[in-house]
């Protein structure tokens, strides 16, 4: 019966070829150090559906910030577990894409025809930094403030048009309700559509190319 | 189905794939669901003798509005609640005190002296100077409160939550 409907439903989907490319494809013998992306990628699908449910309590203003972690925190059910699997899976989110990033570079993974492969992994990465960054900030305790004010100072530091620079990411002169709200915007909008858009192209290269044999001794 | 005692090594597979699916999917979906209803769950109840003041103040006979407000914490913040009670003094101590809140879905009526009649701005529903339905969608008569005087002072009982 329901192999009858899936084929029933096949026919008109076609979703089997898409499956066959996805998940049957042909890959080398390789080893641990190959899951670190799809790890990545796991991380990322957690931090969206964490930071959703964060967004239901979480309001981007310096009256509310502050409070409305601490009652995600201490008034609301499980609230120290969704925001507790947030906190721990941004750092590890870092150092997951970073050492993935480091091993498609020892593995020469990055060169032809994986060029393209790397120079999106770049932006994912510098993405991935960035979401850190404009996270950090959400909090609005003491390190958030002090954190965000360095980062924001350090461009500052470039000739000409580091204080232009500074001003663009504070909005503003100082910091204020105009800096959190546009961390907010870029951290749950700005980054996670571009961080979408570019595994979506990190993904059908790896599809459309295979993933690298492990170098012998004589490459 | 298959004759052997034993168990084919995909129907285990499937079991216990099927099985520890099951708890994974336990394990995520009571938090994500606690999460999401707690507030609901955290309905603050409480009962109070509020002051309307001097019974003195309230004319025989008119429906008087007398407002006051009460707080509650609501998540990170303290919300601030408005109430009405209409109170009409008959002659007396006889005296009736009327939730100004519409019985239909809660918006609030006024005391309208040209109609004689409680009216609904929201659906018009219009209720008398006893409280109850004269037309309109209001399934039931506005909500009286308990009252009591004590030294010429008025009270009424409020139950929230
Ligand atoms: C959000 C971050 C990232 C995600 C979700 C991601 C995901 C993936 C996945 C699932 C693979 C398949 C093979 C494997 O897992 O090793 C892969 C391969 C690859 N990634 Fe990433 N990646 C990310 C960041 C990066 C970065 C930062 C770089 C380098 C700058 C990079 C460069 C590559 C390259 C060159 C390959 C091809 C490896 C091969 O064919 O052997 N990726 N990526
Ligand atoms: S809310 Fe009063 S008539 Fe509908």
Redesign the interface.
Known sequence: MTSKFVTWLDERLGLQGIYDTVFDRKVPKVNWWFTLGSASLFLFVMQVVTGI?LS??YVPSPD?AY??I??IMN?????W??RGIHHWGATLMVIFVFIHMLRTFYYAAYKFPRELTWVTGVVLLLATLGMGFTGYLLPWNQKAYWATTVGTEIPGTIPVIGPFITSILRGGSELSAVTLARFYSVHIWFLPLVILLVIGIHMYLIIRLGISNIPGKDD | MAESAEVSRRDFVTVVVGAVGAVIGLCVGIPAVAYLVSPALKVQKGEDWVSCGPLENYPIGVPTLFTFTRTQVNGWERTTISYGVYILRGEGEQILALNNMCTHLSCRVSWKEDAQDYVCPCHDGHFSIDGKVVSGPPPRPLDPYQTKVENGELFIFLQEG
């Open positions: 449910f239901v309590y509310h409070d409305s601490q009652y008034g609301v059910t499980f609230g577990l969704i």
